[in-house]
């Protein structure tokens, strides 16, 4: 059997770790948080960040020990057999699919706000799926480029959101988080809204026999990946939240954009 070549370092895998983890409930999800628990749905962003961390480390701790191209795949053939992991990757091939749909049709709604430009969402939309297979087929390295730079502007989106809007906030306006009628019921359904906002440690756990060491690098570079996107989750919300009140961002489908 052919072995693939390690091709892959810490700073290529670092940013397909933050760019498979990064999901858009970090551009859209702030005032789905606002619409379901107001000013305190911070809170929330701050619970789910944790978690995700934590989640990092099982997923880190799993590819540490197989670090096998399947990914959850080989993890499920170790635990359950191999119907069961059968299943589970025809799933996760299917969840991601999905995922890449919805994402496509969120930015293009985000982009493209007009319904009469129907037309033309679907005509961006598949000539970036046409691209992105496109890259895909040339290889693991070009791919691993292209993706590190898309989270390096993903990133830089959100940077060009959370630094300006820092000397934005207004005091007021995360006031209510504080105050004698706050509930953690809210806060938790709010969680349950945002939980897409971090999916995806399981993309990089298939490139495990093309990266250099992947017993270390992997479960590294996911851990601290995935701290990246919860700071800037955090911070996207605290900023949002502070410049503007939350019951006007409950209502826009583009918060990032108000």
Same mark, same amino acid.
């Given at each position: ?23 858009? /409930? ?11 628990? /107001? ?13 995700? &961390? ?7 701790? *799993? ?28 799933? &996760?091939?299917?969840?991601? %699919? ?10 293009? %709604? ?8 129907? *037309? ?7 000539? *970036? ?26 990133? /830089?989106?959100? *940077?060009?959101?959370?630094?300006? /809007? ?6 007021? %306006? ?38 250099? %060491? ?45």
């Amino acid at each position: 059997m052919t072995e693939l070549k390690r091709t892959l370092g810490f700073g290529t895998i670092l940013f397909l770790a933050i760019a498979s983890i990064m999901g858009s /409930g970090l551009f859209f999800g702030v005032g789905i948080g606002a619409s379901h628990a /107001g000013s305190a749905s911070l809170i929330s962003w701050v619970i789910l960040a944790l978690l995700a &961390v934590y989640i990092s480390t099982f997923f880190g701790e *799993l590819v540490a020990m197989f670090p096998k191209a399947g990914g959850v795949y080989e993890f499920s053939k170790h635990t359950y057999g191999r119907f069961f992991s059968f299943m589970m990757g025809w799933l &996760v091939w299917l969840v991601g %699919n999905l995922s890449t749909a919805v994402l496509i049709v969120a930015a293009m %709604n985000s982009i493209l706000p007009d319904p009469s430009q129907e *037309l033309l969402k679907i005509i961006i939309s598949i000539g *970036l799926i046409l691209t992105l297979n496109i890259i895909a087929f040339f290889g693991v390295e070009i791919s691993g480029l292209i993706v590190s730079i898309l989270a390096v502007l993903s990133i /830089g989106v959100l *940077l060009a959101v959370i630094f300006p /809007g820092f000397f934005l906030i207004e005091s007021n %306006n995360l006031f209510p988080l504080f105050n004698e009628s706050f509930v953690m019921l809210p806060i938790l359904i709010a969680v349950f809204f945002l939980a897409e906002s971090f999916f995806g440690w399981e993309a990089t756990t298939f490139l495990a026999e093309e990266t250099k %060491n992947p017993e270390k690098v992997i479960p590294k570079a996911l851990v601290i990946g995935t701290v990246v996107v919860g700071l800037l989750a955090v911070s996207v919300a605290f900023v949002s939240l502070g410049m503007v009140p939350f019951d006007a961002l409950a209502k826009s489908s583009a918060p990032l954009s108000i």
